[in-house]
Every structure is written in structure tokens, then in C-alpha cells.
């Protein structure tokens, strides 16, 4: 497998300890991802996938790598069970 360009840095989430990566998003933001890839298939499903060049895209995560289109990183907000403190106001 080519080796992609090192992720920005490794980090841990500040409320459940996991360690995340940080993507830089085509706004300049960085995103806290779960460090580990995902196959997807891009048909626009309820997943949200973020690309490895910081573009977030849609789809279906799939575990199968034979059913794959892509793959990328799912941001960690969205697996972390603290999620629902970060959503709060
Ligand atoms: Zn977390």
C-alpha cells in the first residue's frame, strides 16, 4: 500500500481518552477523526466521510473492502460517546 502524507498530528480526545488524528479541512479547520481508515461506497448516504485531503463527502461506511469506492476518516464526533456534551449549548 503507497503511503499516504503523515497526518497533521496524533492527539486524544479530551473526553473519552481515544486516539484521534487531526485532518486539515479545505476551510483550515482541523477536524478530529478517528485514526483508523473506512471503506466506503459514494452514494450520497447518511455517512459522512472525511477524505484524507480534508474533503467531506457522503456515503455508506462498508466493511467489505470488495464493496468499497473509497475510503477516509469519520470524524470522531461522531463515534465519541461524549458526542451529545460537544453538541450541547
Ligand atoms: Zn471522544
Known amino acids: 500500500m503507497r503511503r499516504e502524507k503523515a497526518p497533521d498530528k496524533f492527539s486524544q480526545c ?4 481515544a486516539r ?4 486539515r479541512m479545505k476551510s483550515g479547520k482541523s477536524m ?7 471503506n466506503f461506497r459514494r452514494d450520497g ?3 459522512r466521510i472525511v477524505l484524507a485531503n480534508g474533503e ?18 469519520v470524524s470522531h464526533f461522531a463515534t465519541c460517546e461524549y458526542a451529545q456534551t460537544f ?3
Open 87 to 89: 453538541r450541547r449549548k
Open 56 to 73: 467531506v463527502t457522503s456515503g455508506t461506511i462498508v466493511t467489505d473492502p470488495g464493496e468499497a469506492q473509497g475510503f477516509g476518516y
Open 20 to 23: 484521534i488524528i487531526f485532518v
Open 45 to 47: 448516504g447518511k455517512d
Open 32 to 38: 478530529p477523526v478517528n485514526p483508523n481508515f473506512v
Open 14 to 17: 479530551r473526553k473519552c481518552g
